[in-house]
């Protein structure tokens, strides 16, 4: 055999691996014919285990073969628009709470209330009246939930302990004034911090809401953030931060991460959603939650969610499969995996006794959507919601870094948030032309 | 004894001239060359020529990607001249690019001036140097978000052995983008450096040797001889830096995501996201073609200035 690679041969190998390639892209564009395709982030060995059980149930279940795409959850949104443009999208495909009505207003997603009313197998009811209102848009239902949970108050019990203090009622809401002079007090030595979050909008609209505010008014067409609720919301969280010194330095916008925060050991308080218990579980001290801090409005924190969807360009055809999947994929039996891998928000009632402790109080967030404690508030946005979103982004953390008070920097966003806000109500316009 | 030499019928100098190609010949010759130009001109159509068309005609639309475009004519142009944002991006792009482009010059020059000093193992050195611009910017973005730490970070530890009490570099509206720039000018000198480096092998000896018998000191040796002598390697180095420079992305995103309060967000940045996190497509593109627009203008005035400052040894 002859050594030698002629030209004659290369280019035959390189014309012939270009249509092997050409062979694979194709079939990585959509899943062979019949099967439950989904889609869904994910960030770690752990969640892929999740989304692995999910996929044996849906096979299971379905009788048919279950092909999940997983991303991380950093590139997932750009990868689902690519998906959804070209056709390539998954049967059915997992979507943040928050991009819910971006989606809708460009008819991205499928309306699904005719599937829903044409199906007494799913039981609506079910489902938590929060997990239903993060899924629609334009009084209509746009997904289905599979998680949805309210901001909790995470705190360290073993620097509790260490200070002599009690620790907060695992039921009743401290109010503010309580909750201020703890993060003070616990901030007193150096190098440890009362209290943590995230220097983001998504973390500090629970502290307006509490305080009866909101970013916009009710009909979504004005910004209030310079309304004295919303101002009082965030003149509280803002202090914490600027005044009271009671948080860790802002060392970075980007990668500031609460959790990260409390997990040094030297944080008395965090705020963050109850999804993050199954990282906190590596936490070398003792923790557990609590409902968040009560403001003049009462405890009433952001509660988000996630859910799956079914895309617009979904074939007739295909619809019989979708919908079975939609099913399958938020069926008890699925978030009873979600919850037993210790996930403990999933969307429905009846899957809320999957987890177990750690930590003890675990079972608040049940109680909490049930509307039996505390209270929360579904995460209001708009169909731009990124780009408000980004604006916030850019002007509020001048304010947590003390370099502009509070009132200011709201002052000097308003104008361009309330154009926003028409340019949110032109896409509610154009979406209902686009339904009639 | 002599000897006669008899050039033989084969012999060059009786070898009848060769007869003109004939037109079969040319036009293999022409076709082989197009071949071998193929590969290359296809990927230009498809990645080039192919998008920058496709974004005039996008830049006309009205389209969010999921719904039918709609014809918007001159429209997205027209938002450009009201939208602030637009214009502040522009403004941190040019002051990114004007700032971090004569400073990376300057570094890569000074060290292959350095490296042209016959220093034993140079290639050491040169690939030790070269090794910022060879890492991906993403991970060396990450690596000097550590390095910018307020407390504890290595650039204010070192500060702070000067009694100089370093800022919070990365969310300060000051020092944002200095920082930025600092980081990329030391990502990218290493281009430059290797140029510069293959610029001054190419300066004949000779020339130094005649200006120090004329009594030429170092600075005016360089003054005289080597800075023209290297102007065709700094004209390539400043265009290709500042065409650079004006696209500046990742490390924005990765180590300030355009904060504070937009000081450090760029024109590429601010298109990628009015594409693809505000799905405004048409928008996207009319902005992408005004900053085409400004690097073609630059790009030429920068050939035209070169006529007259850089001068090639023909």
């Known amino acids: 055999m002859s050594a030698t690679l002629s030209r004659r041969r290369l280019l035959g190998w390189a014309a012939a691996g270009g249509l092997a390639a050409t062979g694979l892209l194709g079939g990585c564009a959509s899943g062979p014919a019949g099967a439950a395709t989904w889609s869904m982030w994910s960030n770690s060995p752990d969640e892929g285990k999740v989304w692995a059980d999910f996929s044996t149930y849906v096979e299971r279940r379905l009788g048919v073969p279950s092909v999940p795409t997983l991303t991380p959850s950093d590139g997932y949104p750009t990868k689902l628009d690519l998906q959804l443009v070209s056709g390539t999208a998954s049967l059915v495909t997992a979507v943040n709470g928050w991009l819910v009505p971006t989606y809708a207003a460009r008819g991205a997603h499928r309306p699904l209330d005719d599937l829903i009313a044409g199906d007494p197998s799913l039981d609506v009811g079910d489902f938590y009246p929060a997990t239903r209102a993060i899924s629609s848009f334009g009084g209509r239902t746009y997904a289905i939930g599979f998680d949805v949970a309210p901001t909790v108050l995470y705190y360290n019990s073993s620097l509790f302990a260490q200070h002599g203090i009690a620790p ?120 557990d939650i609590v409902p968040f801090p009560a403001g003049p409005a009462g405890s009433t924190p952001r509660v988000s969610g996630s859910s799956f969807a079914v895309p617009a360009g979904t ?52 109680r909490i959507l049930a509307g039996e404690l505390a209270g929360g508030h579904p995460f209001d946005v708009t169909t731009n919601w990124y780009q408000i979103r980004q604006l916030l982004a850019q002007d509020l953390p001048r304010s947590l870094l003390g370099q502009v008070p509070v009132r200011d920097a709201v002052a000097a966003l308003t104008p361009r948030l309330d154009v926003l806000m028409s340019q949110h109500q032109d896409n509610v316009r154009l979406a209902a032309q686009r339904r009639r | 004894m002599t000897v006669q030499t008899t ?77 602030a944002t637009f214009w502040s991006a522009l403004g941190n792009t040019a002051y990114f690019t004007f700032a971090s482009v004569p400073l990376t010059i300057v570094v890569s020059l000074a060290l292959a001036l350095l490296l042209n000093q016959g220093l034993r193992r140079m290639a050491v050195f040169r690939s030790l140097l070269l090794l910022p611009y060879a890492t991906i910017t993403v991970a060396v973005a990450f690596v000097w978000v550590w390095l910018y730490i307020p407390h504890g970070g290595l650039v204010n530890t070192v500060l702070s052995a000067f009694g100089i009490d370093g800022p919070a570099w990365l969310v300060s509206e000051r020092w944002a983008m200095p920082a930025l720039i600092a980081m990329s000018v030391w990502k990218g000198f290493g281009f430059g450096m290797v140029v510069f480096l293959a610029g001054l092998a190419a300066i004949p000896g000779q020339l130094y040797e005649a200006a120090r018998i004329d009594g030429c000191g170092p600075w005016q040796s360089f003054r005289r001889i080597t800075l023209p002598m290297l102007s065709p390697s700094v004209f390539f180095v400043v265009v290709t830096a500042i065409i650079a420079s004006f696209q500046v992305f990742d490390q924005a995103l990765v180590m300030t995501n355009g904060g504070p309060a937009w000081q450090t967000t760029t024109l590429v940045m601010y298109i990628y996201r009015t594409a693809f996190e505000n799905y405004d497509q048409g928008y996207a593109a009319a902005q992408s073609l005004v900053l085409f627009a400004f690097i073609a203008v630059i790009t030429v005035i920068q050939f035209r200035l070169q006529r007259r400052l850089v001068h090639y040894d023909h």
């Open chain 2, 7 to 83: 050039a033989g019928p084969s012999g060059p100098s009786q070898r009848p001239p060769d007869p003109p190609p004939r037109w079969r010949d040319r036009d293999r010759q022409t076709l082989a060359a197009w071949l071998f130009l193929l590969p290359s001109l296809v990927g230009f159509a498809v990645f080039t020529a192919g998008p920058v068309l496709a974004a005039g005609v996008v830049s006309l639309l009205d389209w969010n990607l999921f719904s039918p475009p709609a014809f918007a004519g001159p429209r997205n142009f027209a938002r450009l001249a009201g939208d």
């Open chain 1, 168 to 287: 907060p009622s695992p039921t009743e809401p401290m109010s503010w004034a309580a909750f201020r002079e703890l993060a003070i007090e616990f901030s007193r030595p150096e190098n440890q911090y009362g209290f943590t979050c995230a220097p983001n909008i998504d973390d500090l609209v629970s502290w307006i809401y509490c305080a009866g505010g909101n970013v916009m008014n009710q009909a979504q067409t004005l910004s209030t953030l310079g309304a004295p609720e919303a101002m009082a919301g965030l003149d509280f969280v803002v202090g914490l931060f600027a005044r009271d010194r009671a948080t860790p330095p802002i060392k970075n916008l980007v990668t500031e991460n609460p959790l990260a925060n409390f997990l040094q050991g030297n944080v008395a308080f965090m705020q963050n959603g109850p999804w993050q218990v199954v990282n906190a579980r590596k936490a070398t001290f003792d923790w």
């Open chain 1, 315 to 366: 074939s007739e055809r295909d619809l019989p499969l979708a919908w079975a999947l939609l099913k399958t994929l938020t069926s008890t039996g699925a978030l009873d995996i979600y919850g037993r891998a210790g996930r403990n928000n999933p969307a429905r009632r009846s899957a809320g006794t999957a987890f177990r402790p750690p930590p003890a109080n675990l079972g608040i967030v049940q």
